[in-house]
């Protein structure tokens, strides 16, 4: 039981940061209500968009932001992004902050927090990879 017990907070645990990929509706986030759906993260293992390729010029997309080791990256339109600027999250906001995702231009995204607070980020060179949050 011990060994049970063990082994699914280690999957909770190892699913906290990098695992998880987003079950967000693949709607506007004006009309996609989220506030009963399980937070997770995009990552390269999730091919739908908001997370996949394929996401909109100007269009708004719900989306959940990791934060709890700081706003240093997102996976969103098929790669990664990083903060245009450093940023530390608003104090406000949760470990992954629901919010809503914006692609402005080919190379940059603008992310609004539930909670007040935004962030702007530009495509993360080719290759990056997030090292990982502890």
Known sequence: MKRFLAGVLMVIFL???????????????????????????????????????????GRTYSFDLLTHCGIEWAYFNGHYWVPRTKVAAPSRWNPIERGKMT????????????????????????????????
Request: a negative charge; aromatic letters at 4%; one cysteine or more.
């Open 15 to 57: 699913g906290g940061c990098g695992g998880q990929t987003s079950t967000a509706p693949q709607e506007d986030a004006v009309t996609a209500p989220q506030e009963d759906a399980v937070k997770r993260v995009c990552g390269p293992d999730v091919e739908q968009v908001p997370c996949g390729p394929g996401v909109e010029i």
């Open 103 to 134: 692609l402005t231009d080919s190379g940059k995204a603008h992310f609004e927090g539930t909670a007040p607070g935004t962030v702007d980020f530009v495509a993360a060179p080719r290759g990056y990879r997030p090292t990982p949050c502890r």
